[in-house]
């Protein structure tokens, strides 16, 4: 059965880096049926897809277009987990963070989120 | 503003079938599948339904998705208590080139 365990700070000052990690198991991040998701939920933007990582036997990404000059989404296969890095943070990026797996063409497995706050 | 558009509320009594909706357009749900997310509060979102009408393992039959042109339902038969979470619709939208969600229906059970 597949897990997805978050980790990461939960307040950040704006400007700086948001980074969060997803380790996974019961799966391989370099799967070739599965893609690799973050996604954030807030009051203000609700659910919010942010992109993905995935391994078709090269690494693809896609990015949101609201954080693509921002954001950095990248697989450690050595650690069997992914991670997001969102730069240049300010307060509209507070949220709860979750990742997630794609396996059927939907967000089958979710992690447990995280709230992150931006604020100095 | 969501790209996909719910009704923010809805309720039903114990035992009777609600639905509740999902519009969209030509660039997603028109043209790519419709997934269904049930979220209790505290709590991640839980994959209900996925390619419009399919039901992952553990997910009773009393749940059943539908889509028609570019809009979708989700239905619930033998309303309960446990039922009362938010309802979110996803697609992904192929001029966005990305996933994108509805605002979420709550449901409320009476």
């Known amino acids: 059965q597949v897990q997805l365990q978050q980790s990461g700070p939960g307040v950040v000052k704006p400007s700086q880096t948001l980074s969060l990690t997803c380790a996974i198991s019961g799966d391989s991040v370099s799967s070739n049926i599965a893609a690799w998701y973050w996604i954030r939920q807030s009051p203000s933007r609700g659910l919010e897809w942010l992109g993905r990582?995935?391994?078709?036997?090269?690494?693809?990404?896609d990015y949101a277009v609201s954080v693509k000059s921002r954001i950095s989404i990248n697989p450690d296969t050595s650690k069997n987990q992914f991670s997001l890095q969102l730069n240049s943070v300010t307060p509209e990026d507070t949220a709860v963070y979750y990742c997630a797996q794609d396996k059927t063409g939907a967000f089958d497995i979710w992690g447990q989120g995280t709230m992150v706050t931006v604020s100095s | 503003q969501s790209v996909l558009t719910q009704p923010p509320s809805a309720s039903g009594t114990p035992g009777q079938r609600v639905t509740t909706s999902c519009s969209g357009s030509s660039s997603n749900i028109g043209s790519n599948t419709v997934n269904w997310y049930q979220q209790l509060p505290g709590t991640a979102p839980k994959l209900l339904i996925y390619?419009?009408?399919q039901r992952p393992s553990g997910v009773p039959d009393r749940f059943s998705g539908s889509k028609s042109g570019t809009s979708a339902s989700l239905a619930i038969s033998g309303l309960q208590s446990e039922d009362e979470a938010d309802y979110y619709c996803a697609a992904w939208d192929d001029s966005l080139n990305g996933v994108v969600f509805g605002g979420g229906t709550k449901l409320t059970v009476l």
């Open positions: 990582t995935y391994y078709r036997s090269k690494w693809y990404y």
């Open positions: 390619s419009n009408n």
